[in-house]
Protein backbone atom coordinates (compact mmCIF):
# COMPACT_ATOMS: atom_id res chain seq x y z
CA UNK A 1 0.00 0.00 0.00
CA UNK A 2 1.04 3.56 -0.88
CA UNK A 3 0.97 6.05 1.79
CA UNK A 4 -0.63 9.50 1.14
CA UNK A 5 -0.36 12.64 2.39
CA UNK A 6 -2.33 13.53 5.13
CA UNK A 7 -5.12 15.89 3.79
CA UNK A 8 -4.66 14.78 0.45
CA UNK A 9 -6.97 11.98 -0.99
CA UNK A 10 -5.85 8.91 -3.00
CA UNK A 11 -6.20 8.86 -6.98
CA UNK A 12 -7.30 5.39 -7.16
CA UNK A 13 -5.18 4.73 -10.09
CA UNK A 14 -7.10 7.38 -12.24
CA UNK A 15 -4.74 10.52 -11.94
CA UNK A 16 -5.84 13.59 -11.61
CA UNK A 17 -9.31 13.66 -13.87
CA UNK A 18 -8.56 16.95 -15.02
CA UNK A 19 -8.63 15.73 -18.83
CA UNK A 20 -12.48 15.08 -18.78
CA UNK A 21 -14.67 17.60 -20.12
CA UNK A 22 -18.13 17.35 -20.01
CA UNK A 23 -21.02 16.99 -23.13
CA UNK A 24 -23.60 19.66 -23.42
CA UNK A 25 -26.44 17.72 -22.64
CA UNK A 26 -29.12 16.51 -25.30
CA UNK A 27 -32.19 17.31 -23.99
CA UNK A 28 -32.70 20.81 -22.24
CA UNK A 29 -33.94 21.16 -18.95
CA UNK A 30 -37.86 21.05 -18.93
CA UNK A 31 -38.26 19.39 -22.32
CA UNK A 32 -39.02 16.16 -22.43
CA UNK A 33 -37.06 13.17 -25.01
CA UNK A 34 -38.74 12.02 -27.93
CA UNK A 35 -40.52 8.44 -27.50
CA UNK A 36 -38.85 5.81 -29.28
CA UNK A 37 -41.47 3.95 -31.12
CA UNK A 38 -40.76 0.17 -29.89
CA UNK A 39 -44.00 -1.18 -32.03
CA UNK A 40 -41.91 -3.44 -34.06
CA UNK A 41 -39.62 -4.48 -31.12
CA UNK A 42 -41.21 -7.88 -30.03
CA UNK A 43 -39.40 -10.31 -27.75
CA UNK A 44 -38.56 -13.39 -29.45
CA UNK A 45 -39.11 -17.06 -27.51
CA UNK A 46 -35.96 -18.33 -26.30
CA UNK A 47 -35.48 -21.74 -27.95
CA UNK A 48 -37.26 -24.95 -26.48
CA UNK A 49 -35.01 -27.06 -24.27
CA UNK A 50 -34.84 -30.51 -24.70
CA UNK A 51 -37.98 -32.20 -22.62
CA UNK A 52 -39.04 -28.82 -21.95
CA UNK A 53 -43.77 -28.73 -21.89
CA UNK A 54 -44.74 -26.50 -24.50
CA UNK A 55 -47.72 -24.25 -22.28
CA UNK A 56 -49.30 -23.02 -25.73
CA UNK A 57 -52.77 -22.71 -25.40
CA UNK A 58 -52.48 -23.39 -21.23
CA UNK A 59 -55.77 -21.14 -20.44
CA UNK A 60 -55.32 -21.62 -16.38
CA UNK A 61 -52.79 -21.36 -14.08
CA UNK A 62 -53.34 -24.72 -13.42
CA UNK A 63 -51.97 -25.77 -16.50
CA UNK A 64 -49.11 -23.77 -15.74
CA UNK A 65 -48.31 -25.15 -12.71
CA UNK A 66 -48.84 -28.38 -13.52
CA UNK A 67 -46.26 -28.20 -16.26
CA UNK A 68 -43.81 -25.86 -14.07
CA UNK A 69 -44.51 -29.50 -11.23
CA UNK A 70 -43.11 -31.66 -14.58
CA UNK A 71 -40.13 -29.70 -14.65
CA UNK A 72 -39.16 -29.34 -10.87
CA UNK A 73 -40.65 -26.05 -9.88
CA UNK A 74 -42.64 -25.78 -6.62
CA UNK A 75 -45.49 -22.58 -7.05
CA UNK A 76 -44.48 -19.81 -4.65
CA UNK A 77 -47.95 -18.68 -4.28
CA UNK A 78 -49.23 -18.56 -0.78
CA UNK A 79 -52.02 -21.01 -0.55
CA UNK A 80 -55.76 -20.04 -0.54
CA UNK A 81 -57.52 -20.30 2.79
CA UNK A 82 -60.75 -22.91 2.65
CA UNK A 83 -63.46 -21.56 4.00
CA UNK A 84 -66.16 -23.83 5.58
CA UNK A 85 -68.66 -21.93 5.34
CA UNK A 86 -70.51 -19.04 3.49
CA UNK A 87 -69.82 -15.28 5.32
CA UNK A 88 -73.00 -13.85 7.02
CA UNK A 89 -74.26 -10.90 5.58
CA UNK A 90 -75.14 -8.88 9.18
CA UNK A 91 -72.53 -6.41 11.26
CA UNK A 92 -70.74 -8.81 13.84
CA UNK A 93 -68.40 -7.86 16.09
CA UNK A 94 -65.82 -9.88 18.46
CA UNK A 95 -65.77 -10.61 22.06
CA UNK A 96 -62.56 -11.72 23.93
CA UNK A 97 -63.06 -13.81 27.13
CA UNK A 98 -61.61 -15.98 30.21
CA UNK A 99 -63.24 -18.83 31.18
CA UNK A 100 -62.11 -22.35 32.89
CA UNK A 101 -60.57 -24.36 30.56
CA UNK A 102 -63.08 -26.89 31.43
CA UNK A 103 -65.71 -24.72 30.82
CA UNK A 104 -64.31 -23.72 26.93
CA UNK A 105 -63.83 -27.33 26.41
CA UNK A 106 -67.24 -28.48 26.66
CA UNK A 107 -68.01 -25.09 24.56
CA UNK A 108 -65.91 -26.41 21.78
CA UNK A 109 -67.10 -30.11 22.11
CA UNK A 110 -70.30 -29.13 21.99
CA UNK A 111 -70.14 -27.20 18.86
CA UNK A 112 -68.11 -29.98 17.17
CA UNK A 113 -70.74 -32.40 18.31
CA UNK A 114 -73.44 -30.27 15.97
CA UNK A 115 -71.64 -29.08 13.44
CA UNK A 116 -71.77 -25.44 14.96
CA UNK A 117 -69.17 -22.69 13.93
CA UNK A 118 -68.18 -20.61 17.27
CA UNK A 119 -70.13 -18.24 16.44
CA UNK A 120 -73.32 -20.15 15.35
CA UNK A 121 -72.78 -22.23 18.82
CA UNK A 122 -73.00 -18.54 20.51
CA UNK A 123 -76.05 -18.17 18.53
CA UNK A 124 -77.46 -21.01 19.87
CA UNK A 125 -76.90 -20.03 23.57
CA UNK A 126 -78.09 -16.58 23.46
CA UNK A 127 -81.32 -17.54 21.80
CA UNK A 128 -81.68 -19.51 25.26
CA UNK A 129 -81.14 -16.56 27.02
CA UNK A 130 -83.73 -14.52 25.56
CA UNK A 131 -86.38 -17.49 26.44
CA UNK A 132 -85.34 -17.75 30.03
CA UNK A 133 -85.22 -13.75 30.66
CA UNK A 134 -88.50 -12.83 28.45
Known sequence: MSETAKGSK???GF???????????????????????RSSAKPQPAPAKEGAVSLKGATS???????????????????????????IEEPVEQINLRAAV?????????????????REGFAELV?????KVA
Request: net charge positive; aromatic share 8%; with cysteine.
Open 15 to 37: GTLDDIEPREPRVTPGERPAARD
Open 61 to 87: TRAADDAAAKLGFASREPLLRRRKRQP
Open 127 to 131: KHIDS
Open 10 to 12: PSF
Open 102 to 118: ADINVFVEWCENNRYSY
